[in-house]
């Protein structure tokens, strides 16, 4: 490892070995061969005037910029790019020099001479070393150790990433590109880290501190990194080994020994065209060979910079606006670009971050605890709590990408291309917002559990029961309590897979449950899906009763009990329980029930009830958490019974609730599919048909005290105003249906249901079947 140490200041290293060079790029296929002697065969080629340029500046000299690769080598490299990359164009890397400015001589003025050069592309002053990107702690509180490593909204969730094969890192590499590190510190050297090209310069705390962020080690001494478990870890500096500084040349060095879907982090930042602490690749040279290193599929993470930069106003000197992506002149090097939000969620933008519409991603830019050193790089103990700036958000989004490479890889079998990685890594579906995304414009914090948990990995089990037959455990606008997996017996079943599960033939039908009977144990079974990407295990089945109701708040529930499942199997499998028994002396009375199941494991978590009792959080979990369900759907015959009151009407008794925490303005509507020639009606509270002005008919039979009717349509909607349901209310109702005779051989079915504005909140299905005798006297006539 070549280390540099003369017990100078940074700043006195930095002016001491800092050569300035004017890099030139000639157009492509000028001819020049790649080595020393191109300087004589500019004149002979008629590409330039080089001897004039001589005379006026004493002492250039001209070399290839890629000096450490042979030009076989370096088109080698761009020649599987492109075969990786179809959409790789590659500009000629073979006529890109570095003019060598002697002392007294005006780099600037040999740039702008070149620059006049009909042959000469682009020719710029390469940019003086600037110290990587690190802001001033002085004023930086203290924050909880390492909370970058927790759930969002505060962290990335690299705790979530350690329970799935890769998510530690394993079998990923690392190469990170600055100007020192401290290899042997305590919790790095089980790395075994080596250094690709250049000298071990200076700032060592710095790369100490990044590579700390990601990879220190799990060995219950000081921190652990983002990735603990990693398999490489190289790195490579920009100070050259045989003299001078160069950020573009090390990273054609990096990505030289680099393969697809490896990750190279550019812990730095440069000034150039006027701008100031800018992301590198501003520079062209640095553009096109990061450019290079995605197209050969190597992961690309950038530092965005300190210098507070709009980068969308960021122009080059054709007044290009090459970091503005709604431009046409945007230049994309496939890198994903970080900038800096603080440590505190919500996540504001920290002042000195660049930002705009090229940053990616963010991390925390301040309070981050990781491995430190001394000012000579010997210490291999020291912590800090206040690294910050880009350069501690960049390794956290660094750490980010190598986790999901690496729970592609154990899991997927392959890794992702740059581009993917990227979208994966800055989609705000897949990680934290900061506080004002519009203003601070520096992207999203990747949250490693949402990127787990979505369609692309889908690594984690999601176990699921569904609100109605054809629920695939999406949020939905569907029926959302006519749950076919909450199933009530009235005796025990052998076998509950055989008669419920997957391949039974019963998996879409909603008619396998019982009116619960009174006096003896009934027996209630559950059963789920996992459309996750592993096997869920010890899954919790709850089941709670409720009366019906067309508003079954938690309120409502009573507890029947649990079951655990001891696998649900991924692939969508149907997986039924063992039963939950309903004791006899529980049963409030023979009839039926509303049921409430509740589904979920440690990597899946179900809700408590107590989530539920914020009737906001009520709505949403209704529809949007695909661990709860009800089934307030009754099979019930049609054949009124002989006492029935009215006569000849099946009674269907239900009733309507109001809000758990206040008054509500709720809708109410029947839905009937019921033959045209059938009778519906609605039994209500007198004063309640009056407050949703319902008109009344009159009906033989005895009325019960109180009670109106009201008529509904049996083939249509029914649908009553809004009115204010006060909080907690009770409101018994009947739905007295009377199918025709002749109509009786067939199911048919009708629901009552009540909506908050225009979405619907609960409702009571009710399927009106073929009466049990009927179907029994068909069977003996056949």
Not at 12 to 31: C, L, M, Q, S, W
Not at 516 to 524: C, S
Not at 562 to 576: F, K, Q, V, Y
Request: glycine share 10%; net charge negative.
């Amino acid at each position: 490892m070549a280390t540099r140490n003369t017990g100078k200041s940074e700043s006195e290293e930095i002016r001491a070995h800092y050569h300035p060079r004017v890099i030139v790029k000639f157009r492509d296929h000028t001819g020049l061969d790649y080595d020393k002697t191109a300087a004589g065969r500019i004149e002979k080629l008629g590409i330039g005037a080089w001897k004039k340029l001589q005379e006026r500046f004493k002492g250039i000299t001209l070399n290839p910029l890629f000096a450490s690769k042979k030009p076989e080598e370096i088109r080698e490299l761009v020649n599987r790019g492109m075969a990786t990359d179809p959409a790789y164009r590659p500009p000629d890397l073979l006529s890109y020099f570095a003019v060598n400015i002697p002392a007294g001589v005006a780099a600037e003025e040999v740039a702008k001479t070149l620059s006049g050069w009909e042959s000469v592309q682009t020719s710029y002053v390469e940019p003086p070393p600037v110290v990587p990107p690190l802001v001033n702690p002085a004023d930086d509180p203290r924050s909880v150790n390492q909370g970058y490593l927790d759930p969002s909204p505060d962290g990335i969730d690299a705790e979530y990433a350690w329970g799935f094969a890769g998510g530690d890192g394993a079998g990923q590499a690392l190469v990170d590109l600055e100007w020192g590190w401290t290899f042997n510190h305590e919790d790095l050297a089980a790395h075994g880290i080596t250094l690709i090209s250049g000298i071990n310069d200076s700032f060592f705390y710095h790369g100490t501190g990044v590579l700390g962020e990601i990879a220190a080690v799990d060995n219950m001494v000081g921190c652990v990194g983002i990735t603990p478990e990693i398999g490489s870890v190289r790195c490579v500096s920009q100070w050259l080994s045989g003299g001078g500084y160069s950020t573009s040349g090390p990273i054609l060095d990096a990505i030289a020994v680099m393969n697809f879907g490896d990750v190279l982090l550019l812990e730095a930042q440069t000034s150039l065209y006027g701008y100031t602490k800018v992301p590198v690749e501003i520079e062209p040279a640095v553009f096109d060979v990061i450019r290079l290193a995605t197209a050969l599929g190597i992961v690309v993470v950038q530092a965005g910079g300190n210098g507070g930069v709009d980068l969308d106003t960021v122009v080059n000197p054709g007044g290009e606006l090459i970091f503005n992506r709604g431009s046409a002149d945007f230049l994309d090097s496939g890198a994903i670009i970080v900038g800096a939000g603080s440590s505190i969620a919500p996540h504001t933008r920290l002042g000195f971050s660049c930002f705009g519409s090229r940053i990616d991603c963010y991390g925390w830019g301040e309070n981050v605890d990781t491995l430190s050193t001394n000012g000579a790089g010997t210490a291999t103990d020291t912590y800090t709590t206040t690294f910050n700036g880009t350069s501690s958000a960049s390794p956290i989004v660094t750490g980010a990408a190598l986790a999901v490479q690496g729970l592609a890889e154990a899991n997927l079998f392959h890794r992702f291309a740059p581009w993917q990685l990227r979208a994966l890594l800055s989609n705000p579906a897949n990680g934290t917002p900061s506080q004002n995304p519009a203003i601070d414009r520096i992207g999203v914090m990747p949250n490693l559990r949402s990127i787990i948990d979505n369609d692309i990995l889908n690594l984690a089990p999601d176990v699921y029961l569904r609100d109605f037959v054809g629920d695939v455990g999406d949020a939905h606008n569907g029926a959302i309590s006519a749950s076919p997996d909450v199933i009530l017996r009235k005796t025990a079943v052998a076998n509950p897979q055989a008669a419920f599960g997957e391949g039974s033939g019963t998996e879409n039908s909603s008619a396998q449950g019982s009116e619960a009977e009174a006096g003896q144990d009934n027996y209630i079974y559950v059963r789920a899906r996992n459309r996750g990407g592993s096997p869920a295990a010890n899954v919790d089945a709850t089941v709670y009763w409720s009366p019906p109701s067309t508003l079954v708040t938690p309120d409502l529930w009573t507890l029947v009990g649990s079951t655990s499942l001891a696998n649900i199997p991924e692939g969508d499998l149907l997986t039924a329980s063992t039963a939950i028994t309903w004791p006899s002396a529980e049963i409030p009375a023979t009839g039926h029930y509303c049921f409430v199941g509740v589904i979920g494991n440690a990597q899946d978590p179900a809700p408590a009830p107590a989530d539920f009792l914020d009737f906001d959080n009520f709505r949403l979990f209704i529809r949007a958490n695909n661990n709860v369900t009800w089934r307030n759907f009754n099979v019930v015959d049609n054949m009124p019974p002989a006492a029935a009151n009215p006569p000849n009407f099946v009674p269907l008794p239900f009733m309507a609730a109001g809000a758990p925490d206040k008054a509500r303005k709720m809708g109410f509507e029947v839905i009937g599919r019921l033959p045209r020639e059938a009778r519906a009606m609605l039994e209500m509270p007198k004063d309640f048909a009056q407050l949703i002005q319902a008109p009344t008919i009159a009906v033989k039979g005895k009325r019960h005290d109180g009670m109106v009717y009201v008529p509904v349509n049996p083939s249509g909607r029914t649908k009553f105003g809004h009115v204010a349901f006060p909080a907690k209310a009770r409101i018994p109702m009947r739905l007295l249906v009377n199918i025709p005779k002749e109509q009786r051989k067939y199911g048919f079915e009708i629901y009552a249901r009540q909506m908050l504005r225009d979405e619907e909140v609960g409702r009571v299905t009710w399927r009106l079947a073929a009466a049990q005798k009927q179907k029994d006297e068909r069977k003996k006539r056949r």
